[in-house]
């Protein structure tokens, strides 16, 4: 299979074991070439540090927290924020006769092992992934932490094209795959503005330097309607679909015509202080024939560019 260099608006898809990835445009996809990813696929995962891919070996070990009991190895090998609204959606599934060789979409997944949902339903589960991811640092941090999902690096979008995505200058965090960049236009202006005064400004006193550069660093990145990717990748049904995309939820759910992909479980992250948009998403996904089954707290995120109290709706269609 031919690699492909990607182009402002080509988005890569890439499958297959570690250590023999293979990553070509969305365009050329064809079921043989999924067959043949899907039938090499390593459930593994591959942590730098080797701690978590112990850990998450283990898919029998008895969790010691309430919330996870009846969901045994979720504890160890979680690495959402937290764990509990993982567990949650995976009783659900369970509960819905989906409990192993499901299909899941993550959409935000960051590099596949901080701030995914997802570990435990590949690694213990046995389920398939489809883990999409805009940040191009964060996407090769990805395909090397998730050998057997197919990942795909692009932004979601009305309308196909490229978009403007921001995340945090290494110097500043350590490293451009930021889990909390994301397209400019949805991010809080001023919660990026807190964070380069809060943050910045400190890192520059402590390091001496009175001459603060811009903490951000910009992207170019492909965009295409969610839709017309699943169309290309021939799915036709999504098991559990979790979306974090710090702001851009309603343009994300805006670009699926739900008439021609069934999705079981929708989790959404919402920002707690953004009730019009909230409030459009819910609509939407009314309209599309889903009830809300449960809404979970997240956090509030003081370092995030887009600072606010987060939570997510848990819905399925009726």
Known sequence: MPSAHLTANVSLTCGGSHGARTCIPVAEITPSILDSWWASADTRIFDPHDVRKRRCGNCSAADQSPELQSTPGLKSCSHSTPSRQEA???????????????????????????????????????????????????????????????????????????????????????????????????????????????????????AGNVTAADPFVHYAVPCMQLSSLLSALHVARVDIFWLDVEGSELTVLQSIDFSSISIGLLVVELRVANAKVNAQIRSLLRQAGYELVRTMKVHACVKCINAASSAVDILTRS
Request: glycine letters at 10%.
């Open 88 to 206: 949650f959606v995976i009783r659900l599934a369970t509960a819905l006769g989906v409990a192993h060789n499901g299909l899941f979409l993550e959409v935000g997944g960051h590099d596949g092992l901080h701030a995914s949902n997802t570990v435990f339903s590949q690694v213990c589960r046995k389920w398939r992934g489809l883990m999409i991811e805009a940040n191009p640092n964060s996407f090769k941090l990805l395909t090397r932490h998730r050998a057997g999902v197919i990942a795909v690096r692009t932004a979601l979008c009305a309308t196909a094209g490229s978009v403007d995505f921001v995340t945090r200058r290494a110097q500043y965090k350590g490293s451009d795959s930021d889990e909390m960049g994301g397209v400019a236009s949805a991010l809080d202006t001023a919660a990026q503005d807190a964070w380069r005064r809060k943050f910045v400004d400190k890192f520059e006193l402590r």
